[in-house]
């Protein structure tokens, strides 16, 4: 709605907008990864992440990291002409919050090595 005030956006573009996420459990990935014929999971991996090696450290890390991940959508819907803006709004927007000052690394990545079974 922030960027709707700013005039970024119209209405109708932010309303028709949807990016719908879902983190999945490594046991879910890995039954999804077994429903499909063309790979064997030769490896898989909880890693954990140290808070002293920490993913995003500050609000510019935090920034390029989202943008890095979702610009190529918002391009798409709402165009490339306004992303410098944005993605410099939404880090002074991050900076602001207290999201980075209590850093919480308990995120989980999964590491999945595949093998293709056509190249066995």
Request: aromatic letters at 12%; proline letters at 3%; one cysteine or more.
């Amino acid at each position: 709605m922030l960027f709707l005030l700013q005039g970024l956006f119209d209405a109708a573009k932010v309303d028709s907008f949807n990016l719908p996420v879902y983190f999945t459990y490594p046991n879910e990935l890995k039954a999804l990864i077994g429903r499909n014929e063309d790979f064997n999971i030769e490896r898989m991996e909880i890693l954990n992440n140290s808070t002293k090696h920490l993913t995003t450290p500050n609000s510019k890390s935090f920034t390029r990291f989202i943008r890095a991940l979702y610009e190529g959508l918002l391009k798409v819907h709402f165009g490339s002409e306004i992303m410098d803006e944005l993605f410099n709004i939404y880090e002074e927007k991050v900076e602001e919050s207290a999201f980075l000052l209590t850093p919480n690394e308990n995120s989980m990545i999964t590491f999945v090595l595949l093998k293709c079974k056509r190249m066995s």
